[in-house]
């Protein structure tokens, strides 16, 4: 239809409002083996009919795959480029991985023909088993309905199996004829093709990159291409676990400092930090507040005759009755051995007498 579209006449070779009796067109035909070759046909007109329509062309036909082929790598490597220096933006300005990810898997499934695809993240327990946590699936089929999911070491699937060789052994697995299509979600037609990426640092894997259902399947050089962004994912991954971990040792260290290591209340420091906020917000706004101190009758007894580690379960045991009768906006530190000072906020000396009594 296109070639006839030309010979009318309505598109000259090399472009201009002029007609032409050339013509030169590209297009992509299926070979009956199954694959893709790419052709170009080269002709002239050279015969009408009486009404002027086109009667006879001459030309040829050239097969042009290797050159497309050529052509389109180029422009996808510069396309992965562009898409590998975005998510790097992306995640070192936002350090939002989901959000990286959702941007990286928009663009990467129409540049790679794939019609599905997840980014997934592997969680290591303390058995040193993977997870994968799979905060990101896209599709080129605006009808699926996507949601995250976790796929478990426990009860895999068929596909499952493929992801945990990936992740245990860091290897590459491409299935372009599975014996029976697996699903990667519940909803979408079956998998033909399927293609998962290990994204490692130091030769771990810490994600994966998995497409599936490539029109013409999954090659050695498509892996080719993805293995500069796979490489970038790992790196960034194990970036943001080194985040992580900083996060969590702040978090650590201001706990110690803040916090008792025995009840986890707070500790006498930080209680009298907390104590001095609410006065200056009560003064303030005229509110009212107490302050109520109170020890375990007979401690020293607990621990002689029951020994320092029954003592200490009954300061966790009081320290968890104070967390569940006291409200969120009560602030409660231990401030000697079995001695705990409770700061109840608007709160009048008769209030409190109740709230005491009852906790008492």
């Not at 201001?254 to 609410?278: C, I, P, V």
């Not at 029954?310 to 000697?336: F, N």
């Amino acid at each position: 239809a296109r070639v006839a579209a030309i010979l009318r006449g309505a598109v000259p070779m090399h472009g201009g409002p002029q007609r032409s009796p050339v013509f030169r067109v590209d297009y992509r035909l299926r070979h009956k083996d199954g694959h893709y070759i790419w052709v170009q046909s080269s002709g002239r007109l050279v015969g009408r009919d009486e009404r002027g329509r086109p009667a006879r062309a001459v030309g040829t036909l050239i097969d042009i795959t290797e050159v497309k082929q050529l052509e389109m790598r180029r422009h996808t490597q510069q396309a992965l480029m562009d898409l590998v220096n975005e998510v790097q933006r992306t995640f070192l300005i936002d350090r939002n991985v989901q959000e990286a990810c959702d941007a990286l898997l928009r663009p990467l499934l129409p540049l790679t023909d794939s019609q599905y695809g997840f980014i997934g993240i592997v969680r290591r327990g303390a058995d040193d088993q993977p997870t994968l946590e799979v905060p990101s699936i896209a599709s080129l089929n605006s009808d699926d309905n996507i949601e995250p999911r976790r796929v478990a070491g426990g009860a895999l699937t068929q596909l499952d199996e493929i992801l945990r060789e990936v992740m245990l052994h860091n290897t590459t697995m491409v299935s372009n004829a599975p014996a029976a299509p697996a699903r990667l979600l519940p909803q979408q037609p079956p998998l033909e093709s399927f293609l998962a990426m290990p994204l490692c640092f130091n030769g771990r894997a810490l994600g994966m990159l998995a497409l599936g259902n490539r029109l013409e399947g999954f090659d050695a050089a498509l892996i080719d291409l993805l293995q500069p962004l796979a490489l970038t994912l790992g790196t960034l991954l194990h970036a943001r676990d080194l985040e992580d971990q900083r996060l969590a040792m702040e978090e650590q260290l201001k706990r110690h400092a803040t916090q008792d290591t025995l009840t986890g209340l707070f500790n006498r420091r930080r209680f009298f930090e907390a104590l001095n906020d609410q006065l200056l917000q009560s003064r303030r706004y005229k509110a009212q507040m107490t302050l109520a101190l109170l020890d375990v009758d007979h401690f020293k007894q607990i621990n002689d005759l029951h020994g320092h580690a029954a003592g200490d379960a009954v300061l966790r045991a009081l320290a968890d009755e104070l967390r569940q009768t006291l409200r969120d906006t009560d602030v409660v530190g231990r401030i000697g051995g079995e001695e705990i000072a409770l700061l109840l906020t608007c709160t009048d000396a008769e209030q409190a007498q109740v709230a005491l009594e009852r906790l008492r």
